[in-house]
């Protein structure tokens, strides 16, 4: 047999003298005569049980009866009389019981029997839900302790450690191991495979026939440990393949009696599970019976396997048809209907699953689906036949929330739990999509298993989660997994802890979800697949049928719960294929979950829940237009290959269409809204322009980049539409306001007035950082910057424990007991002998005896410092939490350069009215809430990678385009940031040679040049950085000088004064054509009342203050709220997104505009000389009697030179003083100055009149 194994592929199991041994150890210990028949029987159960194929098994079995000369009947071996059968079964012990011992559970129990029988450790193998830890539990009596094993798992969780026990010390606790050992009680240890060798071999002792156990840790002597009887080990594990699973070592499992547990059901043992699930159940009039119902469940699950099963890496497995039978008996008296009872078992153990659950190969879902149905329908009619009905798809769901039976949803009643059930604002039941996944989770939540929920970014996962348990009042513990979390942060950890006698010591603090195990919470797991095999690993005994969660460091196992009020497990998880460090899960822990694959949401769906959140403020239409826009954007990026592929790939969902509504409703603008949220994160200008003609063939309005402009006061600032309060007046950043980040900046203060989170988008050195910090100090709030890298990990985003030490100085407190006990020389001398703190205490606390009561209390004062002055931990918050709590800033640069799952640990503190557990430092019953003015910004070059697709949809993603917003392709940027000092013309004229010669310095150039610049005359600076395309000779030729540039002022304490001289200087130097008036009046309607009051118009523009003067007195006579603001806000657009509203009274300002805009009418029809041959001057002839009437061009002509010195006389004081309206007053301005100018023309040879008749008809008009 040797031969023939060693020729085999199983060449691991041959036998060796341990199992030599152990066979002899089993006939020594039987007492059956036939002593042949016994041999050839134990060597079957030794050898033949843990082949993992018939051919292996077939082959034992017939090497066996070669050379013992006895038949060996399986049958025989496992039935239920069989005399290896332990006694207690044999004589129906689980008679009452949920166990149906099918051929394979008969099978396992007699080869665990007997293997315990002779104190063998036993080893079983097989796929999950098999029933090893069933069989483990059913020979134990009721007596088992278990553990589970993952890659963490250390020695000291088996054999026990030092723990810390409240007052400072620690004491030995036993593990697991060692307290079954001593209370002779069974130990299962599950998935054994997955600890490290070097941890299980320490239990190598422990397997061995001796069982004995040293322990060398729990004190200073060690102490050996034999196990009492009763203690029997058994092991399980899944076979190696599977994701995260491995072989035990040949070592390892040579020391173990190791039987493999076949997974195969046949469909006479499937039947006979399903009855016995059945067996409380009655059936009522009319009803199928158990067995056709039965036999029913056991044809489609032969018929699904057999045409599917090649597809799905999980196969139906027993936890699958127990789950649909129990789901069966739940719903069927509510129901009414077997065949909608049946269709709900199938649909949520196997239906739902399709497309959650891992594959081998792609399928199309929707088909298999209705191929199920058809064949579940086919079935039914065939075996059910008075009891069919046909099921389908279509059935309607209905939703109560008001019952007092419970929230009901159709078929199915979820118990209220313990709050006043509520209901989320941005969430709806009526959304069809998010209805069928209420009614699917509440199809689940039937049996007592946990639920699985996975669907793309967006399609509602966790907000049906929390929605639910809101709607039912459960309190809900939400947790983000990562690859960073440890089963710490969810059970909970020894923390460090301060005793009132002010020394260190550690003491246990539940985690969330052991917190969440106790109070009867419902536990939502975000992201379950970033999270380590570990963490799986650990869950698992909380999932399965034990529900129980051992912790080792307490060596206390807690019951999940049971009834109405037990905790319920939900876990979320986007696809494998999005990336983001996402891994599969492994099948073994998939199983144990009630699967459910969230669809999409659907157009129908967003408008729906759009139409909920937003109908008072937005039409049907435009709602129906915003999700046909987003609708189209989804279908031109998967039909076009080109859009949006750089920078691809872009989720554009529910959430998008959210923050439109939202940002529109409060900007009173969609277009403004919909480039924000949609252009803005695209990469290319053509992506962009596209993306707006989306916009534009829906809505039919312009869609055009905003131009943004700044005003800023003590206590408010002002970027383009967007107003936002002041913290603090003070500013350091000591930074330029650069012309080509002010649209950035507008876009950034609409994340920050909206709370949204940002992600900026740029190549290195484009200004990502700068900007947010310009903004920062802009407000006058606190900004903290985080840089991430390859190594951060997630205490480094939210703290960590550190060291500290209460420091006294040791030689002050001598010196001043000394000066105390001056009285007392012996006592003085003594504690200035001490050399430490402990010897000096304890003399201080001597000498507190002996003295009088006043220097007693001082002395004693000196010893509670000293037993201050001592080292321990204490929680210090990252700069992230701190600005999280206190409402600061956070700037987290590259975030692309750590891992996704680090960032998304982040993820429920992220969202909108989120939380953050921090189970890091112990606090699991408290989440924290975001202070209200706490912004986060994310920023990444591109070069580096990407972050997760889930991160990207929850931020409001810009890209910096260094055409539109890089600093290095604008002159007067340039200058700012290569030479911030007041620079020579020279500099200016250079700067502006180079790039009107089509020569584009990189940033990282320029800032090589900035620092050239010190001592270097320029023509050599641009040889030096290797500028190449000019002609340095021409640099000071007068075209290079052409033009002026005027850069921003620097963001310091000045800013409310440099800003106003800066806009004085833009109206001065715009209107070099001449028109200097124009200037002044777009000065004094864009001016501040601070600086008209202080003088600067009049040093600004000289020549026209006079006739200005009259509108300043005006001014200065009103009080405003804030003297540093603009004069009128609408002169710089409409502010959309105000702090608060303000009285619609513009009368003042509308006032001054127009009679501003008279005196600059009046000015320019002043300045009009009338032309030869105009009407005018025929007019003028006319009135001198120089000409007769007849050779007037036209009769009329004769009045326009008297109507012209009319309205001279008219203009400008008398005019604002008509009983019009104000926009009738302007227009018609307007016309007066177009008809005076016309009037003035020389008239064409060929239309005369024309023009001066056109214009004469629009005055006419007004």
Not at 31 to 37: F, I, S, V
Request: proline share 3%; charged share 25%; with cysteine.
């Amino acid at each position: 047999m040797s031969w023939r194994r060693w020729s085999s592929r199983a060449r691991d199991g041959l036998m060796t003298l341990r199992d030599v041994f152990r066979w002899a150890k089993r006939l020594a210990l039987s007492d059956q005569t036939d002593w042949q028949q016994c041999l050839a029987d134990q060597g079957f159960f030794l050898l033949a049980a843990r082949c993992r194929n018939v051919v292996d098994e077939s082959l034992v079995k017939a090497t066996l009866e070669k050379h013992l000369k006895r038949t060996i009947s399986a049958e025989r071996l496992f039935a239920m009389d069989s005399v290896y059968m332990p006694s207690n079964i044999r004589n129906g012990d689980l008679t009452d019981c949920d166990i149906e011992l099918t051929s394979t559970m008969r099978r396992m129990i007699v080869l665990c029997a007997q293997a315990w029988r002779c104190n063998e450790p036993v080893l079983m193998v097989g796929d999950t839900g098999c029933g090893k830890t069933t069989v483990a539990d059913i020979i134990a009596k009721g007596k088992l302790l278990s553990v589970n094993c993952h890659e963490r798992t250390e020695t000291s969780d088996f054999l026990g450690s030092l723990r810390p026990i409240g007052d400072g010390t620690f004491r030995w606790v036993d593990g697991i191991v060692v307290e079954a050992m001593k209370e002779g009680r069974p130990l299962l240890i599950d998935e054994i495979s997955l600890a490290a060798d070097s941890v299980l071999e320490r239990l190598n002792p422990l397997l061995e026939p001796s069982r004995l156990l040293l322990l060398t840790d729990a004190g200073t002597v060690a102490e050996q440990v034999e196990a009492k009887d009763g203690f029997n080990i058994v092991a399980t594990m899944n076979p190696g393949g599977d994701y995260g699973k491995k072989e035990l070592s040949k070592a390892l499992r040579n020391r173990f009696t190791e039987f493999w547990c076949p997974s195969e059901l046949n469909a006479d043992d499937m039947k006979s599970i399903i009855l016995r699930r059945m067996r409380y159940w009655t059936p009522r009039e009319k009803m199928p019976s158990k067995e056709c119902i039965a036999t029913c469940l056991v044809q489609f699950v032969t018929w699904f396997s057999s045409n599917y099963s090649h597809i799905f890496r999980c196969r139906i497995s027993i936890r699958d048809v127990v789950a649909a039978t129990e789901l069966f008996v739940s719903c069927v008296d509510r129901a009414g209907s077997v065949s909608r009872a049946f269709y709900h078992a199938i649909s949520a153990t196997i239906l739902d699953a399709l497309g959650a659950v891992p594959t081998r190969m792609s399928f199309d879902r929707l088909a298999l689906v209705d191929d199920s149905i058809r064949e579940l329908n086919a079935i039914m009619r065939r075996e059910l036949q008075l009891g069919f009905e046909e099921v389908g798809e279509s059935f309607s769901v209905t939703i109560h929330g008001s019952s007092d039976e419970g929230f009901i949803v159709s078929d199915f009643v979820i118990p209220f739990g313990p709050l006043r059930p509520s209901m989320p604002a941005t969430f709806t039941f009526e959304a069809p999509t998010c209805k069928r996944n209420v009614y699917r989770l509440a199809r689940a939540l039937s049996i007592n298993k946990p639920i699985l929920m996975e669907g793309a970014p967006g399609c509602g996962k966790s907000s049906t989660v929390v929605a639910l348990a809101a709607a039912t009042g459960h309190p809900l513990t939400r947790l983000n997994l990562s690859d960073q979390t440890d089963l710490s942060d969810l059970f909970g950890s020894d923390v460090p802890i301060v005793l009132e006698d002010g020394s260190a010591s550690f003491a246990w603090k539940d985690g969330p979800v052991l917190n969440a195990i106790k109070n009867g919470h419902w536990i939502l797991l975000d992201e379950m697949n970033l999270a380590s095999q570990s963490v799986l690993e650990g869950l698992n005994a909380c999932l399965d049928h034990r529900r129980q969660l051992f912790i080792a460091e307490l060596n206390r196992t807690f019951e999940v719960g049971a009834g109405s009020g037990r905790s319920r497990f939900f876990a979320c998880q986007n696809p494998r294929k999005q990336g983001g460090n996402r891994r599969a899960l492994p099948k073994s822990f998939v199983n144990r979950f009630t699967s459910i694959y969230a669809e999409d949401l659907t157009a129908d769906d967003e408008r729906i829940i759009i139409g909920k959140c937003f109908s008072r403020d937005l039409d049907e239409d435009v709602i129906a237009q915003m999700v046909a826009v987003k609708e189209t954007i989804v279908h031109e990026i998967s039909t076009d290959g080109h859009f949006a592929s750089d920078g691809a790939p872009f989720e554009f969902n529910l959430r998008d269409l959210l923050r439109w509504a939202e940002l529109t409703v409060k900007s009173k603008d969609i277009a403004y809204a919909f480039d924000l949220i949609f252009v803005r994160r695209l990469r290319t200008p053509e992506d962009r322009r596209k993306m707006r003609n989306i916009f534009v063939e829906k809505f039919g309005l312009q869609c055009l980049p905003s131009i943004a402009s700044i005003s800023i006061s003590r206590s408010r600032i002002r970027i383009g539409k967007v107003e936002l309060s002041r913290m603090d007046s003070h500013m350091s950043s000591q930074r330029y306001l650069l012309s080509s980040q002010l649209t950035l900046l507008e876009h950034l203060a609409i994340c920050v007035h909206m709370n949204w989170l940002t992600l900026l988008v740029g190549k290195t050195n484009i200004g990502k950082a700068s900007i947010v910090q310009i903004l920062a100090d802009l407000t006058g709030t606190k900004l903290y910057t985080m840089r991430l890298t390859s190594e951060t990990d997630a205490l480094e985003l939210l703290g960590s424990f550190e060291q500290v030490t209460d420091y006294v100085d040791l030689a002050k407190v001598k010196n001043g007991c000394a000066r105390l006990l001056s009285n007392h020389k012996g006592l003085r001398d003594a504690v200035l002998k001490c050399e430490d703190s402990l010897a000096l205490r304890l003399s201080l606390q001597s000498a507190a005896y002996l003295v009088d009561g006043e220097t007693a209390t001082h002395l004693n004062g000196y010893v509670e410092a000293l037993y201050r002055n001592t080292m321990r931990f204490e929680w210090v918050n990252s700069n992230f939490l701190d600005a999280y709590a206190n409402g600061y800033w956070i700037l987290v640069e590259n975030v692309n350069c750590c891992s996704a799952a680090v960032l998304d640990r982040l993820n429920t503190c992220l969202e909108s009215n989120g939380t953050l557990i921090l189970s890091e430092r112990g606090d699991s019953e408290q989440s924290i809430s975001a202070h209200p003015n706490f912004r986060v910004f994310f920023t990444m070059d591109p070069a580096n990678g990407s972050i997760s697709r889930a991160m990207r949809n929850r931020s409001i993603e810009l890209f910096i385009s260094p055409e539109e917003n890089g600093w290095y392709h604008r002159a007067s940027d340039i200058l700012s940031i290569v030479s911030p000092e007041q620079s020579d013309e020279h500099l200016m004229k250079a700067f502006r040679f180079v790039l009107d010669a089509g020569v584009h310095l990189t940033p990282e150039q320029l800032l090589q040049l900035k620092v050239l610049l010190q001592g270097m005359p320029l023509e050599q600076v641009l040889k030096a950085v290797n500028v190449k395309g000019v002609n340095y000779m021409e640099v000071d030729s007068e075209s290079a000088g052409s033009g002026s540039l005027l850069r921003y002022p620097l963001v310091s304490d000045g800013l409310l004064t440099t800003l106003d001289d800066w806009k004085c200087a833009v109206w001065k130097m715009v209107c070099t054509d001449g028109d200097l008036l124009l200037g002044a009046v777009w000065c004094l309607l864009s001016a501040t009342p601070h600086r008209i009051i202080s003088g600067k118009l009049r040093s600004t523009f000289p020549s026209d203050y006079v006739l200005l003067s009259g509108l300043m007195d005006i001014i200065q006579s009103n009080r405003f709220d804030d003297e540093f603001l603009p004069f009128d806000e609408r002169f710089e657009g409409p502010l959309a997104l105000r702090l608060a509203d303000r009285i619609a009274d513009f009368s003042l300002e509308d006032k001054i505009i127009l009679r501003a805009f008279n005196i600059w009418i009046w000015a320019q029809m002043k300045a009009i000389k009338s032309e030869d041959g105009s009407a005018a001057c025929f007019s003028t002839a006319f009135l001198k009697k120089e000409i007769l009437i007849d050779e007037l061009p036209s009769e009329c002509v004769r009045y326009v030179s008297g109507f012209i010195d009319e309205l001279l006389h008219l203009f400008p004081n008398s005019y604002c003083n008509l009983p019009c309206s104000f926009n009738l007053l302007i227009e018609s301005a307007w016309n007066v100055l177009l008809f005076v100018r016309t009037a003035c023309e020389k008239l064409h040879n060929r239309t005369g009149c024309a023009s001066m008749h056109i214009a004469w008809q629009r005055l006419s008009g007004t």
